[in-house]
């Protein structure tokens, strides 16, 4: 990519839920804060650098004619960004990839610790489907490998252990969770991947958890599965048309939320420092700024586990750093406050994620478990939890 001297001042137009801007950024220049989603091409004009998040289009429309000449994204998924633009008018570009990815597993933990309690789930003994086999689905794999879950991955595009077709997956998987970018176009596009003839033939009583991109799930096809004879659970974070998403659906999901499956403190910042990094690189200038000496501590840091109670101590383990109850209750709570009024959907969903409250991730927690526990300490350690054995 085209590089830049590191002596120049830049203008800096960044995402206002971009966490720790002034502490990684400041030294370059001037930073200009603004809400992602609502970022017009006058907006950027004058900038050189522009920081976003996964709700800015970044494209020719929002570009054409700017001064800007170095482009990242804080988030794994770059879908939200025409990459070829960029290359092609020689702007430099990089993403966070990965940043989020522990706490997009932690999301699918919480998610069935929640169904457990809700509905009786058990996934001892079930098929877990992983449809894509990134930085979220590698890692789901390896933690679910740990809990002895038997496994099917499907990703055309990687060698992967245990895979299969999307249709032998669909078929044979108790649970299925989606961790696909979203494409419309090449070999394998994930637009629907979803639709409703596969939709049709997810076993009665199976689970679908989409944290991925919405529309690979066709969404209408989804309501016409949940309200058949037939139904599945479903748990979405993602939507068609979000975030003017369908309140028809989320009445009928288990668990429904905002958006928010990755957006843990940690990966937050994590994206901030990567992206920090990569535009030290564009700029030939050292990284100098860690994020060990500026990242928020842990609240909650430790955790004793008294007894040996594996279901109620992995519950409490949870829920003390992530109940995802809350924030499906908040996204029904807006769906019915704003009624008809697309407006305020929206404009209320956008305000859940901005005022999204602090969550750490699952290996930020050390759980002292007795030195006898072997069970417990295995089962905490595959959640994703840090263990100190012996207390």
Not at 142 to 168: A, G, H, M, Y
Not at 202 to 226: F, H, P, Q, Y
Not at 304 to 313: L, R, V
């Amino acid at each position: 990519m085209p590089k830049q001297s590191s002596g120049a001042e830049l203008t800096i137009v960044a995402d206002e839920n971009i966490p720790l801007l002034n502490e990684f950024f400041a030294g370059f220049g001037s930073i200009r804060k603004l809400p992602g989603r609502s970022m017009t091409p006058a907006d950027v004009a004058d900038a050189d650098v522009l920081l976003v998040r996964s709700v800015t289009e970044v494209n020719e429309h929002l570009l054409a004619g700017s001064s800007v000449k170095f482009v990242a994204t804080a988030t794994s998924g770059t879908d939200h960004i025409d990459t070829q633009w960029l290359e092609d008018n020689q702007i430099g570009f990089a993403s966070a990839a990965g940043c989020n990815a522990d706490a997009v597993v932690d999301y699918v933990f919480t998610a069935l610790n929640a169904l457990s309690d809700g509905q009786g789930l058990n996934i001892e003994g079930k098929v877990f489907g992983i449809v894509g086999y990134g930085q979220v689905g590698s890692r789901l794999y390896t933690r679910l490998q740990q809990l002895d879950i038997k496994c099917l991955v499907c990703d055309p595009f990687k060698e992967t252990p245990d895979q299969v077709s999307i249709d032998e997956l669909v078929e044979g998987a108790d649970i299925i969770s989606l961790h696909t970018p979203l494409t419309q176009s090449g070999e394998e596009p994930t637009w629907h991947l979803l639709d409703g003839e596969r939709l049709s033939r997810l076993k009665e009583g199976s689970v679908l958890i989409n944290a991925g991109r919405g529309e690979v799930v066709d969404n209408v096809a989804l309501i016409r599965r949940l309200q058949s004879d037939s139904p599945i659970t479903a748990v979405l974070d993602v939507w068609e048309n979000e975030p003017a998403l369908s309140t028809e659906l989320l009445e009928l999901v288990a668990l429904g939320t905002p958006h928010i499956a990755g957006y843990s403190v940690d990966g937050k910042v994590r994206g901030t420092e990567m992206i920090y990094q990569a535009m030290c690189q564009w700029l030939n200038t050292p990284a100098d700024i860690s994020l060990d000496t500026i990242a928020p501590v842990p609240a909650l840091q430790t955790l004793s586990a008294a007894g040996e109670n594996i279901a109620e101590i992995t519950a409490a383990s949870i829920r003390l750093l992530y109940d995802i109850r809350r924030d499906d209750h908040c996204l029904r709570a807006l769906a019915k406050t704003a009624g008809d009024d697309t407006s305020a959907l929206v404009k209320g969903f956008d305000q859940l994620r901005r005022h999204y409250p602090k969550r750490r991730e699952f290996n930020t927690l050390t759980v002292q478990v007795p030195e006898t526990a072997n069970a417990l300490e295995r089962e905490l350690a595959g959640i994703g939890f840090s263990i100190e054995s012996g207390k």
